[in-house]
Every structure is written in C-alpha cells, then in structure tokens.
C-alpha cells in the first residue's frame, strides 16, 4: 500500500486543460499532464480498501490498487505491466473511458474519489516515453515487405485484432 494517510493529506487535483479558443487550432493532446509530485500524491489517495469497488467498478477489471501503489512507489515497469495485464490498449482507455472506477471508489462516498483515470494515462505514457512499450510481432508472413508489424488482440469475447504495418 501506498501511503496510509494518503487520502487525508492530499485532495483530488486534476491536470489542466487548453483553453477551447487554443484547442479548436489542432487536433494535439490538449491535457496537460501531471507533474511527477502530483500524481504521486494522487496514487497516495488510494487507500487500498479490502473489498476495492473500483474493480467492479472498472469494465475492464484493471487492478488500480495494485498499479497505483507502484505509481506512489515510482516502479514504472512494475505499473506498466499490472496495467497491460488487464488492459490491452490503455493509450485508448486513459482517454476515452468515463471512469466508472471513479465513482466506484470508496473514498468518493465522503472526498473526491482518487483520479484513477488520470493516472492510468500517465501510466501509458511513461512508459512510452521510458521504452517499455514494444510491439508483439506476428508469426505469419505476407508479400509485402515492411519494417514493422504491430499486432495487438482484444482479450474480450469477440477477439477482434488490429494490425498496423507499413513500408
């Protein structure tokens, strides 16, 4: 567990954004990201309850105490890798997905609940950015001749894959 006061010491903060007349410009990232004291002071919040709603709370079933205790303890791989061992396209998730882990969280019955999606989306991007994240190569080969072939495959019941390749 991270820190046990954790959730009585620091408040829900949450990165700040590009104002509309800035982002209607392009179609870059327009959430500023956290800096490295923040989201460990958001990873504190978690108080690593003994029955974690935020499981059930999570469609994907992503283990957020478990990879929030590694954010507060600054093990990027460790968290990178308990993150991807849920969820296969966190770069998407963190982005896209309405948290309901959020509302599932216990401490949101009575603070702000713990930014859980914010920090899954500094969790993606740090290992990005530190190279942890690699491309699974396919097995199989076609004619064309290509430097790379990404292949990553939902572990959900429709098994859908996506595959990115280019010359």
Known sequence: MGKPTGFKEFT????????????KKNYKEFVDLLPDQKL????????????????NGCPLGNIIPEFNDA?????????????????NFPEFTGRICPAPCESAC???????????????????????EKGFVAAAQTNTKNRKKSSSH????????????IKLCWT
């Open 150 to 161: 990404w292949i990553r495959t939902c572990r959900f019941s429709h098994c859908c894959t």
């Open 40 to 55: 460990n002071e958001q990873s504190a919040r978690c108080m690593n309850c003994g029955v974690p709603f935020c499981h």
């Open 106 to 128: 216990v401490l949101g019955i009575n603070q702000p609940a713990v930014a859980i999606e914010e920090i899954e989306k500094h969790i993606i991007e740090i290992a990005f």
């Open 71 to 87: 954010v507060y303890r600054k093990e990027w791989k460790d968290a990178y890798e308990i993150l991807i061992s849920t969820n």
């Open 12 to 23: 829900r903060e949450l990165p700040s954004k590009l104002p509309a007349t800035e982002r």
